[in-house]
């Protein structure tokens, strides 16, 4: 049994977006130093962190200085380079481990892990050469979305596709990337569960929420989701499944379809904090953000009951203006990131809506 981190020690995150300013926010409060890593030096995980690297994800030799400078290292972006994790994992725990980093990585190779362990995807088939094109809109039926396997966020990299004939068109404006087909769901509900597992194998996970998209970018979470409690156990289930299946230490989010029927089908996994997570800030006494710091140090899990009921909604882009609006506003919890520049589509912060506890969940 590993012990658990003293206060004091150093955590390295890999990223220094508004997930690693949360999250260095979180290990402060138990007593812990984050050190982020990120090639942007305004990062802003860097203005609440005891120490920073600023230096490409690439670079081995910053890495390997990174890993002895910390006690753990964790991300809060998927996309770290394999070279830097494996001259890094020689030195420093990695929690999650690297080959749970790599199945969420390539949505093919996710794909192919939930389907291997029983869980439902939309149909789906790997897209790597002209060849695939025809077969793999057989398999899907049409629309579908092609998406790129690697480096797609908030709707990047990704092409509907409505008519068999579009697809070579689709493919070619992802410059015939390495991707995948997915059939089109028609989805009642989108739910995510954030699901945390520690070192000791415990699993807790948060009550499943309702999410609504916005052109493809998270618009509002609710909590508790709305689907019936038969769903809510299933989805709670297929999280556990998967973070146990993954032999996941620390957190993963699991966004899921809903479907009319009362099928759960998982569209995507990643193995760090969420955005759909935000609301247990102020709706949990333990966010997700604690409960990852809590992993990743060896900490025990906390309760991740709620409190609250929540309403989460992402202020993008110019959407943040309204902060002097918004910070007057009771019951209202405003959290802004600290990004110097707003640009469309960018999340700039978000704010939470409480209400009283509603239900047993
Ligand atoms: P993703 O980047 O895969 O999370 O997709 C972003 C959003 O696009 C999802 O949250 C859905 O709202 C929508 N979407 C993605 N894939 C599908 C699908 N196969 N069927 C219907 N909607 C989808």
């Not at 999650?96 to 199945?103: I, Q, S, T």
């Not at 998406?147 to 596709?161: I, S």
């Not at 996994?269 to 955005?275: S, V």
């Not at 935000?278 to 006494?285: P, Q, R, S, V």
Request: proline share 6%; aromatic share 6%.
């Amino acid at each position: 049994m590993t012990t658990p981190l003293p206060p004091g020690a150093w955590i390295g995150i890999f990223g220094g977006g508004q997930l690693g300013r949360m999250a260095a926010v979180a290990a402060a409060q138990l007593g812990y130093k984050c050190h982020i890593f990120s090639p942007d030096a305004d990062a802003p995980a860097k203005e609440v962190s005891a120490a920073a690297t600023t230096a490409p994800y690439e670079d081995i030799n910053a890495a390997r200085a990174f890993a002895h400078a910390v006690d753990v290292v964790t991300f809060e972006f998927e996309n770290v380079p394999d070279d830097t994790l494996a001259a890094i994992s020689e030195t420093v725990p990695v929690r999650p481990r690297v080959d749970a980093l790599h199945v969420s990585q390539d949505r093919a190779i996710e794909k192919s892990f939930l389907n291997d362990h029983g869980i439902g995807t939309a149909p789906w088939a790997p897209v790597n050469s002209a060849d695939d094109l025809s077969s793999a809109a057989i398999l899907t039926g049409v629309p579908a979305i092609l998406k790129t396997a690697r480096f797609g966020y908030d709707g990047k990299g990704q092409v509907r596709v409505d008519n068999g004939n579009d697809i070579a068109a689709a493919w070619d404006s992802i410059d015939n990337a390495p991707a995948v087909l997915e059939g089109f769901v028609d989805f009642e509900q989108e739910i995510s569960v954030i699901v945390a597992r520690g070192i000791d194998g415990a699993t807790q996970s948060y009550v499943p929420v309702d999410n609504v998209h916005r052109d493809h970018i998270l618009f509002t979470t609710t909590a508790p989701s709305t689907v019936a409690d038969d769903i809510t156990d299933k989805a709670r289930h297929i999280a556990a499944d998967i973070v146990i299946a993954l032999d996941l230490v620390g957190l993963l989010a699991v966004e899921m379809f809903v479907l009319r029927d009362g099928e759960v089908l998982v569209n995507e996994i990643a193995p760090r904090p969420h955005n759909s997570g935000h609301w247990t800030l102020d709706g949990c006494a333990i966010s997700q953000f604690e409960q990852f710091i809590r992993a990743v140090a060896g900490l025990p899990l906390g309760d991740p009951s709620r409190h609250s009921d929540a309403v989460m909604t992402n202020l993008i882009g110019g959407e943040a203006d309204a902060w002097a609006d918004i910070v007057v506003e009771a019951g209202a919890c405003l959290h802004l990131y600290g990004k110097a520049e707003s640009r469309p589509g960018r999340k700039m912060g978000h704010v939470t809506r409480l209400s009283p506890l509603s239900g047993s969940r």
